[in-house]
């Protein structure tokens, strides 16, 4: 008998291993390559729509994800992601079928209970918005254009648009390519430099490295959310994680994901 339970746990030796902040007090996740069936570049969990993996292996590591999280196929909203700033409401709460993105657009919130909204990355900052008053949640996904060009406060903005406070927001910033890895060129150092304070980093006569972190952090304060809590694993140096920029375009994305499920709802 033990040695059955033995051979089906080898054989399902892809567990998944989903990261969480601590503080955001809706279920949730960063999911990492782990756990999931596409081969190599693309392995393992890999949840892109627009990469050059098959499709069934995408769906297929979507199911498994969903079901580890018990999250019905149809209560997941995501987006065809353009690093814009428009942002999508989502109110789908169940099905069975995987859906099909909303739209183009590069934030998705929801305040139907049930409902799940996720963005996709690969080295780019996912951001997890929570508001326990207003119960709801959104996903944002924001790289660096989305950064210099308002994605976050496009989000914040469409939650306080419904009552959201912004000093009530949790904010969760998931894993994504660290200052030691996001090396730009001057032009891009250069609309940082105009739109943040210090997150910039010049180091002898080497190009300049960006925190997309501090950016992020000095949007979220400027906005009145103070309550932020960071996951800071650099997806190029961690190989835990998809890397676009390490692994030159050839790779696959993960998903950020919250649920609108909160506790008395
Ligand atoms: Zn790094």
Same mark, same amino acid.
């Given at each position: 008998?033990t040695?059955?339970?033995?051979?089906?746990?080898?054989?399902?030796?892809?567990?998944?291993? /989903?990261?969480?902040?601590?503080?955001?007090?809706?279920?949730?996740?960063?999911?990492?390559?782990?756990?999931?069936?596409s081969?190599a570049?693309?392995?393992?969990?890999?949840?892109?729509?627009?990469?050059?993996? +098959?499709?069934?292996?995408?769906a297929?590591?979507?199911?498994?994800?969903?079901?580890?999280?018990?999250? +019905? @196929?149809?209560a997941?909203?995501?987006?065809?992601q353009?690093?814009?700033?428009?942002?999508?409401?989502?109110?789908?709460? #169940?099905?069975?079928?995987?859906a099909?993105?909303?739209?183009a657009?590069d $934030?998705?919130?929801?305040?139907?209970?049930?409902?799940?909204?996720?963005?996709?990355?690969?080295d780019?900052?996912?951001?997890?918005?929570?508001?326990?008053?207003?119960?709801?949640?959104a996903?944002v996904?924001?790289?660096?254009? %989305?950064?210099?060009?308002?994605?976050?406060?496009?989000a /914040?903005?469409?939650?306080?648009?419904?009552?959201?406070?912004?000093?009530?927001?949790?904010?969760?910033?998931?894993?994504h390519?660290?200052?030691?890895?996001?090396?730009?060129?001057?032009?891009?150092?250069?609309?940082?430099? +105009?739109?943040?304070?210090?997150?910039? /980093?010049?180091t002898? $006569?080497?190009? @300049?490295?960006? !925190?997309?972190? %501090?950016?992020?952090?000095? /949007?979220?304060?400027?906005?009145?959310?103070?309550r932020?809590?960071?996951?800071?694993?650099?997806? !190029?140096?961690? @190989?835990?994680?998809? !890397?676009?920029?390490?692994?030159?375009?050839?790779? #696959?994305?993960?998903?950020?994901?919250?649920?609108? +499920?909160?506790?008395?709802?």
């Open positions: 008998m040695q059955i339970v033995k051979r089906v746990l080898l054989g399902c030796a892809a567990v998944l291993e /989903i990261l969480r902040a601590s503080a955001l007090g809706v279920p949730h996740g960063f999911t990492t390559r782990a756990g999931g069936v081969p570049p693309f392995d393992a969990l890999n949840l892109g729509i627009n990469t050059a993996d +098959a499709p069934e292996h995408v297929r590591n979507t199911l498994r994800l969903l079901e580890h999280e018990r999250i +019905a @196929p149809g997941l909203s995501t987006l065809e353009v690093h814009g700033t428009v942002v999508h409401e989502a109110k789908a709460s #169940g099905g069975t079928a995987l099909a993105p909303l739209g657009g $934030a998705v919130w929801t305040e139907q209970p049930g409902a799940v909204v996720g963005v996709r990355v690969a780019c900052v996912p951001v997890l918005l929570v508001d326990p008053e207003g119960r709801r949640v996903a996904h924001a790289g660096w254009r %989305g950064a210099v060009h308002g994605v976050l406060e496009a /914040i903005a469409a939650l306080k648009a419904r009552g959201t406070r912004p000093a009530a927001l949790r904010a969760a910033v998931g894993p390519l660290l200052s030691c890895c996001f090396e730009v060129g001057d032009e891009v150092a250069e609309q940082f430099q +105009a739109r943040f304070e210090r997150v910039v /980093i010049r002898g $006569a080497g190009k @300049p490295h960006v !925190s997309l972190l %501090g950016s992020v952090r000095q /949007i979220l304060e400027g906005a009145g959310v103070t932020v809590e960071a996951l800071e694993h650099c997806t !190029s140096c961690d @190989p835990r994680f998809f !890397s676009h920029r390490r692994d030159r375009g050839q790779t #696959g994305r993960h998903l950020a994901y919250v649920r609108c +499920a909160f506790e008395g709802a």
